[in-house]
């Protein structure tokens, strides 16, 4: 009977271990994530802008996947969007004065 009771002891305990050593991954796996969700916020006017970059006549006119028409009009539109909502919009261009 003793021995019964040793093996029904002892295997409580393992599966206690192991219900444990299961558990540490998991629990660890989720404080990374709420780690990483905690330094992840929301896009706002705050904490995003606009940049756009080259877009001159002599680049865009090298653009094959699309029209230059839909092009200019997909730009225009996302910077009249990014000016209503307030985000910062910032135009670069390597030759201002054209090429």
Do not use: C, E, F, Y
Request: aromatic content about 0%; glycine content about 6%; hydrophobic content about 50%.
């Amino acid at each position: 009977m003793k021995i019964r009771q040793l093996l029904s002891a002892s295997l409580l305990g393992l599966a206690t271990l192991s219900a444990a050593s299961v558990s540490m991954p998991a629990a660890a796996a989720t404080t990374a994530a709420t780690q990483q969700n905690a330094n992840l916020s929301m896009l706002s006017r705050d904490n995003a802008v606009l940049l756009l970059v080259d877009h001159q006549v002599g680049l865009i006119s090298g653009v094959r996947d699309t029209t230059v028409g839909d092009l200019k009009h997909n730009v225009v539109a996302l910077a009249k969007a990014a000016r209503t909502l307030g985000v910062p919009v910032i135009v670069t261009a390597t030759m201002p004065d054209g090429m």
